[in-house]
């Protein structure tokens, strides 16, 4: 008789002033992104990772995590403890797993790559070509990886799993800049990811600076993958600036035949524009900012109102990646005058005017 797959599994009890209350706040927080059940002290998340049952007991919180995967497993552990220590940040409470994945392991989503090719595709967007070993797991479960840039001189060096579940990391000049892109291609046979950079100018550009510099032989980290992608429907609209362009072009180049899809693309001019190949019937523009400053534009918002939508029964989904500001006048666009429900758009802050990194998709409530 074969082997059953088993689960791997996960357990952790918090000391919580509060416990009933985290629990609550943990729960309206992943209802936004995947199955939420709660029965009195009780509850349950469900996501494409994996689960997690919590129980609110009277001074701590007990948490099970559960998925297919060693990899799916410490997502959902790293979700976790993000945002109990998010929400319970005046207590700082310690979070110690135990069970499948240990702490001091390497991570299970990290990849360590080599760049093997670099080319413009247009004067403000270079592609590299990085190679790696076992990318199987790239192939689904979102659109966007993390890459780990080690800082100019210094050797790679990469993070461990911790005990609360989070990436422990090298500490001072050794600990890598960390930015979120987007695979444009995946070749698993070949072991092979393009990812598209837009060379921004300025100071605190890591991403920018390294594919701008990049050759043959340089390492990077790569973990993911994340991100969630686009649901099936008849109808798409996709929206986006230049940063989404790479994640646009993909979703596209995936589309069906039967499908239709509206795409509307803020880019700073019309030597920015890209040929984007599809199956799909495209109604494409270009928005451009011609000497605009990005993030101070509302092209792209404008252009998603005067979309004519479909009038009849056909499946709509709609998607779209831009700077914070314009996110937001998106997403409530999509959610309060078209009244799509949760499973039918996504819409992602990819950067925030004036702010680095990650810190777009915080507080995007």
């Given at each position: 008789?074969?082997?059953m797959?088993?689960?791997?599994?996960?357990?952790?009890?918090?000391?919580?002033?509060c416990?009933?209350?985290i629990?609550?706040?943990?729960?309206?927080?992943?209802?936004?992104?995947?199955?939420?059940s709660?029965?009195g002290?009780?509850?349950?998340?469900?996501?494409?990772?994996?689960?997690?049952?919590?129980e609110?007991?009277?001074?701590?919180?007990?948490?099970?995590?559960?998925?297919?995967d060693?990899?799916?497993?410490?997502?959902?552990?790293?979700a976790?403890?993000e945002?109990?220590?998010h929400f319970?940040?005046?207590?700082?409470p310690r979070i110690?797993?135990?069970?499948?994945?240990?702490?001091?392991?390497?991570?299970?989503?990290?990849?360590?790559?080599?760049?093997?090719?670099?080319?413009?595709?247009?004067?403000r967007?270079?592609r590299?070509t990085?190679?790696?070993?076992?990318?199987?797991?790239?192939?689904?479960?979102?659109?966007?990886?993390?890459?780990?840039?080690?800082k100019?001189?210094?050797?790679?060096?990469?993070?461990?799993?911790?005990?609360?579940?989070?990436?422990a990391?090298?500490?001072?000049e050794?600990?890598?800049d960390?930015?979120?892109y987007?695979?444009?291609?995946?070749?698993?046979?070949?072991?092979?990811?393009?990812?598209?950079?837009?060379?921004?100018?300025?100071?605190?550009?890591?991403g920018?600076?390294?594919?701008?510099?990049?050759?043959?032989?340089?390492?990077?980290?790569?973990?993911?993958?994340?991100?969630?992608?686009v649901?099936e429907?008849?109808?798409y609209?996709?929206?986006?600036?230049?940063?989404?362009?790479?994640?646009?072009?993909?979703?596209?180049e995936?589309l069906?035949?039967?499908?239709?899809?509206?795409?509307?693309?803020?880019?700073?001019?019309?030597d920015?524009?890209?040929?984007?190949?599809?199956?799909?019937?495209?109604?494409?523009q270009w928005?451009?900012?011609?000497?605009?400053e990005?993030?101070?534009?509302?092209?792209?918002?404008?252009?998603?109102?005067?979309?004519?939508w479909?009038?009849d029964?056909?499946?709509?989904?709609a998607w779209?990646?831009c700077?914070?500001?314009?996110?937001r006048?998106?997403?409530?666009?999509?959610?309060?005058?078209?009244?799509?429900?949760?499973e039918?758009?996504?819409?992602?802050?990819?950067?925030?005017?004036?702010?680095?990194?990650?810190?777009?998709?915080?507080?995007?409530?």
């Amino acid at each position: 008789m074969a082997d059953m797959p088993r689960n791997f599994k996960a357990s952790a009890e918090i000391v919580l002033s509060c416990p009933q209350d985290i629990m609550k706040r943990l729960c309206a927080h992943f209802a936004e992104h995947g199955d939420v059940s709660v029965q009195g002290a009780c509850s349950r998340i469900d996501t494409g990772f994996g689960s997690a049952s919590l129980e609110a007991c009277e001074r701590c919180l007990k948490v099970f995590a559960e998925s297919r995967d060693d990899a799916s497993l410490a997502y959902v552990k790293l979700a976790i403890a993000e945002h109990l220590l998010h929400f319970a940040s005046a207590e700082s409470p310690r979070i110690v797993w135990q069970g499948d994945g240990a702490a001091g392991q390497p991570l299970p989503y990290f990849r360590e790559m080599r760049v093997v090719r670099a080319v413009s595709v247009t004067p403000r967007m270079r592609r590299l070509t990085l190679s790696g070993n076992d990318l199987g797991r790239f192939a689904s479960g979102g659109l966007h990886v993390r890459l780990l840039l080690p800082k100019a001189g210094a050797a790679p060096a990469w993070p461990v799993t911790g005990e609360d579940g989070r990436p422990a990391w090298p500490q001072g000049e050794l600990r890598p800049d960390v930015r979120i892109y987007t695979i444009r291609r995946l070749d698993v046979d070949k072991g092979e990811v393009d990812i598209d950079f837009v060379l921004h100018e300025g100071d605190h550009m890591p991403g920018a600076r390294f594919a701008a510099c990049a050759s043959a032989g340089d390492v990077v980290g790569m973990t993911g993958p994340g991100g969630g992608t686009v649901g099936e429907a008849d109808w798409y609209l996709l929206a986006g600036d230049e940063t989404a362009l790479p994640a646009i072009g993909r979703i596209v180049e995936s589309l069906p035949a039967h499908a239709q899809a509206v795409v509307r693309i803020e880019v700073a001019d019309r030597d920015e524009e890209q040929h984007l190949a599809s199956a799909a019937a495209l109604d494409i523009q270009w928005l451009h900012r011609n000497g605009v400053e990005p993030g101070k534009s509302t092209l792209l918002e404008d252009a998603v109102r005067q979309v004519r939508w479909p009038g009849d029964e056909r499946r709509v989904f709609a998607w779209a990646g831009c700077e914070h500001k314009s996110f937001r006048a998106i997403r409530a666009y999509l959610r309060k005058d078209r009244e799509l429900a949760r499973e039918q758009h996504l819409a992602v802050a990819y950067w925030r005017f004036g702010f680095e990194g990650d810190t777009a998709r915080r507080n995007d409530g």
